[in-house]
C-alpha cells in the first residue's frame, strides 16, 4: 500500500463498501454506478475503475477487473482487505448449449476450473462454487424482473483466442475435445472470471456468485444454420445483480 491506498485499485478504508459488484469493463463500472444512490468516483488505476454509493442506505462500491482471473483475483484480495464481503460479478459469455439464446441471463452455480489463478490458491480438485444465499438472491431477482435465465455449471479458461480459435492452436486437439465434454456434460456458457472469484472468495471466506449475459452462441448458430447475432443487453444482467443486491443487504440488515 501507498498512504493507505491499496497498491492496484487506489482505494483505501472508508472508500469502499461492503458489498460490491465486479464487472470486466471500467465503462460498465460506470454504468452500474448510475444505479445508486449518491453515486461517486473513487479511483482508477490500470483496469480498476471504482465508484461507491449507497443502496438501500448501505455503502455500496462497483470496482472493474478487467478481462481474466489475475486480474479479478487481485481486485477482490485488495476489496477485502478494505472490509468487502460480499461480491456480484456482472458480465457477459458466449452459449456452449444450443438451445440457450443471446440475452439470456446465465448464472452459475459451479465452474469448470480451466483458470491458473485459482490454482495457485487451492489445487483443482477444490470445487469453484457461488455462494448460495447470493445465488438465491440472483434467481429470485431475475424472476421478479421477468428476466430469462438459466442456472448451472460455467466453463472458465484464460485464453480467449484458445477458445474462439481453437484450430491454429498447437494444443487445438485438445481444446475442441475438451469443449466437446464441457458441451456433452451439460454446462452451459463460456467465460474468464468467475472460477478464479469463487475460488478466492472460498479462500478469503467472503461470498461471491456471478450474473452473465449471454452475448453469443455459436452452437446454436451452426445448428440451426443463421448468421451470427450479438445481444448487447447488459442493463438486464445490471439491473437483476442491483436488485438481488438490494434483496442480500435487506436479509442481512445493513440498512444504515
Same mark, same amino acid.
Given at each position: 500500500?501507498?498512504?493507505?491506498?491499496?497498491?492496484?485499485?487506489?482505494?483505501?478504508?472508508?472508500?469502499?463498501?461492503?458489498?460490491?459488484?465486479?464487472?470486466?469493463?471500467?465503462?460498465?463500472?460506470?454504468?452500474?454506478?448510475?444505479?445508486?444512490?449518491?453515486?461517486?468516483?473513487?479511483?482508477?488505476?490500470?483496469?480498476?475503475?471504482?465508484?461507491?454509493?449507497?443502496?438501500? &442506505?448501505?455503502?455500496?462500491?462497483?470496482?472493474? +477487473?478487467?478481462?481474466?482471473?489475475?486480474?479479478?483475483?487481485?481486485?477482490?484480495?485488495?476489496?477485502?482487505?478494505?472490509? @468487502?464481503? +460480499?461480491?456480484?460479478?456482472?458480465? +457477459?459469455?458466449?452459449?456452449?448449449?444450443?438451445?440457450?439464446?443471446?440475452?439470456?441471463? #446465465?448464472?452459475?452455480? @459451479?465452474? #469448470?476450473?480451466?483458470?491458473?489463478?485459482?490454482? %495457485?490458491?487451492?489445487?483443482?480438485?477444490?470445487?469453484?462454487?457461488?455462494?448460495?444465499?447470493?445465488?438465491?438472491?440472483?434467481?429470485?431477482?431475475?424472476?421478479?424482473?421477468?428476466?430469462? =435465465?438459466?442456472?448451472?455449471?460455467? %466453463?472458465?479458461?484464460?485464453? =480467449?483466442?484458445?477458445?474462439? %480459435?481453437?484450430?491454429?492452436?498447437?494444443?487445438?486437439?485438445?481444446?475442441?475435445?475438451? /469443449?466437446?465434454? /464441457?458441451?456433452?456434460?451439460?454446462?452451459?456458457?463460456?467465460?474468464?472470471?468467475?472460477?478464479?472469484?469463487?475460488?478466492?472468495?472460498?479462500?478469503?471466506?467472503?461470498?461471491?456468485?456471478?450474473?452473465?449475459?449471454?452475448?453469443?452462441?455459436? %452452437?446454436?448458430?451452426?445448428?440451426? &444454420?443463421?448468421?451470427?447475432?450479438?445481444?448487447?443487453?447488459?442493463?438486464?444482467?445490471?439491473? +437483476?445483480?442491483?436488485?438481488?443486491?438490494?434483496?442480500?443487504?435487506?436479509?442481512? &440488515?445493513?440498512?444504515?
Amino acid at each position: 500500500m501507498n498512504n493507505d491506498r491499496m497498491r492496484h485499485i487506489g482505494c483505501k478504508k472508508g472508500e469502499v463498501g461492503e458489498y460490491v459488484f465486479l464487472p470486466g469493463d471500467p465503462e460498465r463500472a460506470k454504468q452500474i454506478a448510475s444505479y445508486f444512490d449518491k453515486s461517486e468516483f473513487m479511483a482508477s488505476n490500470r483496469e480498476f475503475t471504482t465508484y461507491s454509493g449507497r443502496l438501500n &442506505g448501505a455503502m455500496v462500491s462497483v470496482t472493474s +477487473t478487467g478481462i481474466g482471473g489475475p486480474s479479478a483475483a487481485i481486485a477482490m484480495e485488495e476489496l477485502a482487505k478494505l472490509g @468487502a464481503h +460480499t461480491f456480484i460479478r456482472v458480465g +457477459t459469455c458466449g452459449g456452449i448449449q444450443e438451445n440457450l439464446e443471446p440475452g439470456t441471463l #446465465i448464472i452459475p452455480v @459451479a465452474a #469448470i476450473r480451466k483458470d491458473g489463478t485459482g490454482r %495457485e490458491y487451492l489445487p483443482v480438485e477444490f470445487p469453484a462454487v457461488a455462494d448460495f444465499s447470493l445465488l438465491t438472491a440472483l434467481k429470485e431477482s431475475a424472476e421478479r424482473l421477468h428476466n430469462p =435465465y438459466a442456472m448451472g455449471v460455467v %466453463e472458465c479458461k484464460d485464453s =480467449y483466442y484458445g477458445q474462439h %480459435e481453437p484450430a491454429r492452436m498447437p494444443v487445438g486437439d485438445r481444446l475442441l475435445a475438451r /469443449w466437446k465434454m /464441457w458441451k456433452m456434460a451439460g454446462a452451459l456458457a463460456s467465460e474468464m472470471e468467475s472460477s478464479t472469484l469463487f475460488v478466492v472468495a472460498s479462500v478469503l471466506h467472503v461470498r461471491c456468485a456471478s450474473v452473465l449475459l449471454l452475448c453469443r452462441n455459436r %452452437e446454436r448458430e451452426q445448428v440451426l &444454420g443463421s448468421r451470427p447475432f450479438y445481444a448487447d443487453a447488459i442493463p438486464v444482467a445490471i439491473e +437483476t445483480a442491483v436488485e438481488a443486491m438490494r434483496d442480500v443487504i435487506s436479509r442481512d &440488515g445493513r440498512q444504515e
